[in-house]
């Protein structure tokens, strides 16, 4: 019996020891579990912090737009007549619009006619065709249109911005091709950069 007793008491002191080793290995996984949670939520809250604070940082940005919309709420495109020698008749309508549109598309202004708190005017002053490249044979083997914009911006919230400029851009084709052939496709791709220059200058300011 006695040995029995010392039997068992061995069996206790050993189940007794497992128990602890268990419990000292639970507490250590607990406490492993309860760190990496501690450290999550910690980086999760650096997270949010910082992404507030670039949101913020941006409030003001809208598509490569740099305008504070708290200040400015419109921009007016006033129609651009054509004043060039040389005129295109749908000229004139194609590029303001252009210019709308793009306003429209990349802001949240209001666009308006005129009395805007930005304003963007001017005049088409060329529409030029001329001759490119000579081959040796003499003859030119490539045309050149080329349009020319006057352009007067107003910033009524920031006057220092205001500028007077003129944007050119022309594209060539076979000389070969008659002008009443190819404008169209041509105007429509010298418009669009024209527009997107003017839009940079006005609000990107890149």
Not at 33 to 41: A, N, P, Q, R, Y
Request: hydrophobic share 35%; proline share 2%; net charge negative.
């Amino acid at each position: 019996m006695f040995i029995s007793c010392k039997k068992n008491k061995l069996f206790e002191s050993h189940n007794s020891g497992q128990q602890n080793i268990g419990n000292l290995f639970t507490d250590s996984l607990l406490n492993r579990s309860m760190e990496h949670l501690s450290k999550c939520i910690f980086f999760a809250g650096v997270y949010l912090c910082l992404f507030s604070f670039y949101s913020c940082s941006i409030s003001y940005k809208f598509n490569g737009a740099n305008i504070n919309y708290q200040t400015t709420h419109s921009i007016s495109v006033a129609d651009f007549p054509n004043n060039a020698p040389m005129v295109n008749p749908t000229l004139s309508n194609a590029l303001s619009e252009a210019i709308r549109d793009q306003y429209q598309r990349q802001t949240r202004l209001q666009i308006l006619r005129k009395g805007g708190d930005l304003e963007v005017e001017g005049e088409i002053t060329g529409y030029d065709l001329s001759q490119g490249a000579i081959k040796p044979d003499s003859y030119a083997s490539e045309s050149k249109l080329t349009i020319t914009v006057k352009v007067h911006f107003t910033n009524n919230i920031n006057p220092e911005e205001s500028f007077d400029k003129t944007y050119t851009t022309y594209q060539t084709f076979d000389a070969s091709r008659l002008l009443s052939d190819v404008q169209d496709e041509l105007c429509t791709t010298m418009v669009a950069e024209i527009a997107e220059n003017i839009y940079n200058d006005t609000v990107a300011r890149w």
